[in-house]
Each structure stands twice: as C-alpha cells, then as structure tokens.
C-alpha cells in the first residue's frame, strides 16, 4: 500500500494526464516529450525496492531518514514543505529539502496554493537533490 500510496503522487508529476473531471483518460500515463526516460528510471529504482519510507508529517526528518536508509530503506519521502515559506527562504523549509547522502531515491512533498508556487518550489528540491515530488494543491 505505501508504494501504491507512492506512486500516485509521483506518477502525477512525472507526467500522467487527467482530464477535466479529474479522471485519467486511458489506460496509463501520458508521457510529456523528453520525460519518458527520467520516468523508465524512476520506475527502475522503484522496482524491487523492498523498504519504502513515506511519513507525511514528523517521521521524514533527514536524520531518521538517514538513519532509516542505513537499515535499508531504498526510497524515502521528507516532511511536508510549504512552498510559499520555501520560496521566502524560510530555514525550516529549506532545511527540509535536503537528502541524506545514503538515501537511494528521496521524494520531498510540497504543498501549495497555486500551481506556479508548486512548480518553483519543486524545482528548488530537485535542484537540492531530490528524485521526484509530491505536489499536494490546495
């Protein structure tokens, strides 16, 4: 169920499509030009991963992260991050971002009000290492 839990968000942002009712419409994800790739290898590091760690608050800290990576979690997810607080250059936040250096694939949660304050700060993860978003508007 966690990696269900996941790959929803995950598959969300790499690409999937949705039409306007919210439904999915086909069978699976519509690939963006250029993105097929960086999906086939996020879908590689996913496959056989036998521990995944994916708190939403108070669990996804970096050092239980790390110390969670070091008993073989594989795939771990950080806290949530508040875009707008992360894009003022808040401490907190930006402290969130980080991964550890033994984490195998590391996803940070963002949540946001409007999807350009989402964009900005996802792009600030992944230039801080992350691996993939969670995108939660709201």
């Known amino acids: 169920r966690a990696l269900v839990a996941l790959l929803a968000p995950a598959a969300l942002l790499l690409g999937t499509s949705f039409d306007a009712s919210g439904r999915r419409p086909g069978p699976g994800p519509t690939l963006r030009g250029g993105a097929s790739a960086d999906v086939q290898s996020f879908r590689a590091t996913l496959r056989g991963q036998k521990a995944i760690l994916a708190p939403l608050t ?81």
């Open 58 to 138: 108070r669990g996804g800290n970096l050092p239980f992260r790390k110390l969670v990576a070091g008993y073989g979690a594989n795939v771990s997810m950080g806290e949530m991050i508040f875009a707008r607080m992360l894009l003022k250059g808040d401490k907190i936040e930006r402290s969130r971002i980080r991964s550890a250096p033994n984490e195998v694939c590391y996803g940070v949660q963002i949540a946001c009000k409007s999807i350009d304050e989402g964009l900005k700060a996802g792009e600030m993860a992944r230039e801080a290492g992350a691996s993939f978003v969670d995108l939660n508007c709201g």
